[in-house]
């Protein structure tokens, strides 16, 4: 059971990577839809929307081929960590990274 967890978690974070990236859905990018005009014009959010693609797509392959292969194997606690890990991971990236998006802040 817990394979299948890690498979369609692993799943959905591509999948809402590639979905934020190719559908153009930016309002799903936190803190977006608060921002004014005047900042996004200076936020390159097709940058950091094309970041979010490959950061998820690397947590979510890490979750499906690690954390099955340490289910399979009976490494449950491990498995788990590798997963949370994984998403943490990809998130503190991302809140790091998002600073080099911002075109002001790049200018200066």
């Given amino acids: 059971m817990l394979y299948f967890i890690h498979l369609a978690s692993g ?3 591509i999948l809402l990577g590639v979905t934020i990236h ?3 859905k930016y309002h799903w ?3 977006y839809s608060t921002m004014t005009e005047e900042e996004r014009k200076n936020f390159d959010v097709k940058g950091f ?10 947590s979510g392959t890490t979750m499906i081929i ?6 399979r194997y009976h490494f449950i606690n491990t498995s788990l960590l590798v997963s949370f890990v ?9 809140s790091y990274r998002s600073d080099a998006f911002d ?3 790049v200018s200066s």
Avoid: D, P
């Fill in 11 to 13: 799943m959905l974070l």
């Fill in 22 to 24: 190719h559908k153009h």
């Fill in 29 to 31: 990018i936190a803190g």
């Fill in 49 to 58: 929307a094309r970041l979010m693609r490959t950061v998820f797509a690397i």
């Fill in 66 to 71: 690690c954390s099955s292969l340490l289910v």
């Fill in 86 to 94: 994984s998403v943490l991971g990809a998130v503190l990236f991302l």
């Fill in 103 to 105: 075109r002001r802040k």
